[in-house]
């Protein structure tokens, strides 16, 4: 009788204690994995505000630069020459420009020149430079031309393949400038700042983040400029792929990071479909939008590992 009584005890005591300790495992693992995530967040964020702050440290300079030519401009005095070597010297003095062009309004330079657009670029080792517009190029019909004058602002232009000239992929910074013609300021033309995109995909492609966590980075409009699958690049923007894949959280994401706006959320790698931890956070550059996936079970190994660790434990003290 006694023995039985003391079975029960133990056998109660026995489901007490391991009721506490799955108490203390799941809070203990649920208060990790908030810290853990918490942190991985931090670290994603400090990684995107460092490329941020590296990518306007390499962009501001040129935005200013065209700015500053913009402004010279307004001077009426200014001969050919002068502004052909305006556009030549930016070029040659900052290696992140690949081209630059000083685009006149139609007869605004001389009453009988249709075309007037000085343009000096990149070509191997060298800068050359050559005059753009002709009855093939009529450039005051091309949106890095009609963009700011209609706006009245600068604007980063979409990306696009340089086909025929630099063979890459370039963005161009057009700024506007006006003229004083009998008391009322004119548009006159347009400054612009040809960047090629390769050094910035190759530095989003070096981001690591885990062991097998990546970035991505898409335009104004959605296109994807950068995307481990590279099927993706400039072939698709995060709509249509939203769209092919029936994915409407995809959608919505995509309209968060157009319209400038910071996340983080759980959701499924396109990549992999694997279970992963999302931040997206806007960039200083044309309303682009920087990206970081990675996956949760790699950000939870420590919590993981530390609940491993303290069931262990605890299974060795009941023995």
């Given at each position: 009788m006694k023995s039985s009584l003391a079975l029960k005890?133990?056998?109660?005591?026995?489901?007490?204690?391991?009721?506490?300790?799955?108490?203390?495992?799941?809070?203990?693992?649920?208060?990790?994995?908030?810290?853990?995530?918490?942190?991985?967040?931090?670290?994603?964020?400090?990684?995107?505000?460092e490329v941020a702050n590296q990518l306007a440290a390499s962009i501001k300079p040129i935005e200013q630069a065209a700015r500053n030519i913009a402004l010279a401009l307004e001077d009426f005095s200014l001969t050919s020459s002068e502004i052909r070597s305006l556009a030549r010297h930016v070029v040659e003095n900052n290696e992140d420009v690949f081209g630059m062009a000083i685009a006149f309004e139609p007869y605004e330079f001389s009453h009988d020149r249709l075309f007037f657009a000085p343009y000096s670029f990149r070509d191997k080792n060298a800068v050359k430079s050559t005059q753009l517009g002709n009855s093939r190029y009529r450039y005051f019909y091309m949106d890095w031309y009609q963009l700011p004058r209609e706006l009245g602002h600068p604007v980063w232009t979409e990306p696009y393949f340089d086909n025929g000239g630099s063979e890459t992929f370039l963005t161009t910074y057009s700024v506007p400038f006006y003229r004083l013609k009998e008391g009322k300021k004119q548009f006159a033309g347009v400054v612009t700042a040809d960047i090629t995109?390769?050094?910035?995909?190759?530095?989003?492609?070096?981001?690591?983040?885990?062991?097998?966590?990546?970035?991505?980075?898409?335009?104004?409009?959605?296109?994807?400029?950068?995307?481990?699958?590279?099927?993706?690049?400039?072939?698709?923007?995060?709509?249509?792929?939203?769209?092919?894949?029936?994915?409407?959280?995809?959608?919505?994401?995509?309209?968060?990071?157009?319209e400038g706006r910071t996340g983080f959320l759980e959701r499924y790698s396109v990549r992999d479909n694997?279970?992963?931890?999302?931040?997206?956070?806007?960039?200083?550059?044309?309303?682009?939008?920087?990206?970081?996936?990675?996956?949760?079970?790699?950000?939870?190994?420590?919590?993981?590992?530390?609940?491993?660790n303290t069931l262990f434990i605890g299974i060795i003290g009941f023995t």
């Open positions: 005890l133990a056998a109660i005591v026995l489901v007490f204690s391991t009721l506490i300790m799955g108490a203390v495992l799941v809070n203990s693992y649920l208060f990790s994995k908030t810290l853990i995530v918490q942190q991985a967040e931090e670290n994603s964020r400090t990684r995107g505000r995109l390769d050094w910035l995909q190759e530095m989003i492609s070096n981001i690591k983040l885990y062991d097998t966590g990546y970035a991505a980075m898409i335009s104004r409009n959605g296109t994807y400029i950068y995307h481990p699958l590279e099927r993706l690049i400039f072939n698709e923007t995060v709509f249509s792929l939203a769209e092919g894949l029936g994915d409407q959280e995809l959608w919505e994401i995509g309209r968060n990071m157009i694997m279970a992963s931890f999302l931040l997206y956070m806007p960039l200083p550059i044309g309303g682009w939008s920087l990206a970081f996936l990675f996956p949760t079970q790699e950000v939870l190994n420590d919590a993981n590992e530390l609940t491993r």
